[in-house]
């Protein structure tokens, strides 16, 4: 059977706005969901991030749109900014094929007035952390009586935050004729719950979440709490991979291990929720621009996070439960990459080892660590640096400008540029590390359209 997006009923424009974004057949999650969405059924869908799920319901709720009204008829809930600036991009792309059709995000950490302006002129979707968007509906700011498709991504991480009061809430503020859709990595019982009191008869959808052995390399390494750090040491340098995340349990776990990394001369930083929402983005935005080689982060804070050249992941400490794992290793290892997990086990972390092997339905590989030796020379420099220019979109920069103003009047390489990552405000440059001096230099003097910019390396 054809999994070819040709094969869905959708409007000649959108499947040509397909094709024109390279999505000519359906991911796993895409092809078993998308007929139920789109004949306007409630889902319930398990989904890691990179599984394609983003473009499953952002078809469906397009489909659903009035365009001639500006009211707000989809309403997309995300556990983090992050996650939402990710997804209101993904949407904005599927919707070429619409005219004026506007997606807002609504997430801590900026002003409120601009939001409040941008919902005064209506916004046809919505894309929000649940705490920002019922603060924009209990002062009147934004009405959800036209909604029609509602959408929680990521909701056992919304749960696990503690939303659970704002999403009750918010979905008070909707119609009961409204479609649900519920994306969630992993099942436990408070989805089951959550889907219960919010979705009429849903279909539940599981694609496979096992990963296959040939493209992602797992071994376990048993190690004694005291021995810990050294040991993820020994790893970075044995395996000497360019891009890295290691996942710990707790925010505090998180930075102690960033803070001995750097000490000992690595390219690492924390990801957590204790960061300010500036601090989170540009930590993240160096590990997509390889300005950044390892990437400390917890489950919480690297949600939603699709980079997709992760060379490894390492579990600091072994995840609260086997989806968590799965979830975890799946961020490397995508399309056609090969990948590497590596994991530190304690012996009173044993019993978790075996639900993940249970879990797996295969047997785990365990290494000896003690044939993994540090060697402090082979501590790998990022390739890359960002730079941050003090303008972006609504200056009217796009990243065609920056390119040609770096490589023309800068006399720098385009192969010393990187991506180009355009914000609200703000623009952040990847520029190969012996182009850096020259960059900042032009940077300092020259111009990009017609005016100097502010920039600094981070």
Not at 61 to 77: D, I
Not at 256 to 268: N, T, W
Request: glycine share 8%; proline share 3%; aromatic share 4%.
């Amino acid at each position: 059977m054809s999994n070819a997006f040709s094969t869905l009923s959708l409007p000649a424009a959108m499947q040509d706005t397909l094709l024109a974004l390279g999505y000519a057949n359906m991911t796993a999650i895409q092809a078993a969901s998308l007929p139920c969405i789109l004949t306007g059924q409630d889902v319930t869908a398990q989904a890691s991030t990179g599984s394609g799920k983003t473009v499953a319901f952002s078809i469906g709720l397009l489909c659903r749109l009035e365009p001639g009204s500006s009211s707000t008829q989809a309403l997309v809930l995300c556990p983090t900014r992050e996650l939402a600036e990710q997804v209101c991009g993904e949407i904005r792309k599927l919707a070429k094929f619409l005219d004026n059709i506007k997606v807002l995000p609504l997430y801590g950490g900026v002003p409120m007035a601009g939001q409040i302006a941008s919902l005064q002129h209506g916004a046809q979707i919505v894309v929000g952390t649940p705490g920002r968007v019922l603060d924009h509906v209990r002062r009147g700011n934004l009405n959800l009586s036209k909604v029609n498709t509602l959408v929680l991504d990521e909701a056992d991480r919304m749960l696990d935050m503690g939303f659970a009061d704002d999403l009750d809430a918010l979905v008070r503020s909707t119609p009961s004729s409204r479609q649900t859709l519920l994306f969630s990595a992993t099942y436990p019982e408070g989805i089951e719950r959550i889907s219960r009191s919010l979705q009429k008869q849903p279909q539940r959808i599981q694609v496979e979440t096992l990963h296959s052995q040939d493209k992602i390399t797992q071994f376990f390494y048993e190690v004694s709490e005291d021995k810990r750090l050294h040991a993820l040491r020994c790893l970075l340098t044995h395996f000497e991979p360019e891009a890295t995340i290691v996942f710990c349990n707790t925010k505090a776990e998180c930075q102690l291990v960033a803070d001995d990394l750097q000490e000992k001369g690595f390219s690492a930083l924390a990801l957590h929720g204790d960061l300010e929402q500036r601090q989170r983005q540009e930590v993240l935005l160096q590990f997509a621009q390889r300005s950044l080689n390892v990437l400390v982060a917890t489950d919480v804070a690297a949600r939603g996070l699709d980079i997709k050249d992760v060379d490894a992941v390492i579990n600091y400490h072994l995840a609260s439960d086997a989806d968590t794992h799965i979830h975890r290793i799946g961020r490397t290892g995508r399309a056609e990459n090969k990948g590497l997990a590596l994991t530190l086990c304690s012996p009173q972390e044993a019993p978790r080892a075996a639900m993940v092997e249970e879990s797996q339905q295969q047997a785990i590989t365990w290494a000896d660590i003690e044939r993994v030796r540090y060697n402090g020379r082979a501590i790998k420099e990022p390739a890359f640096r960002t730079i941050c220019i003090d303008g972006g979109r609504k200056d009217k920069l796009r990243a065609g400008d920056i390119l040609g103003a770096l490589t023309k009047d800068g006399g720098i390489e385009g192969a010393d540029v990187g991506q180009i990552n355009l914000l609200d405000n703000q623009t952040y440059v990847a520029i190969k590390a012996r182009s850096v001096k020259r960059c900042l230099a032009y940077l300092r003097e020259g111009k990009i359209k017609g005016r100097r910019y502010r920039a600094k390396k981070l």
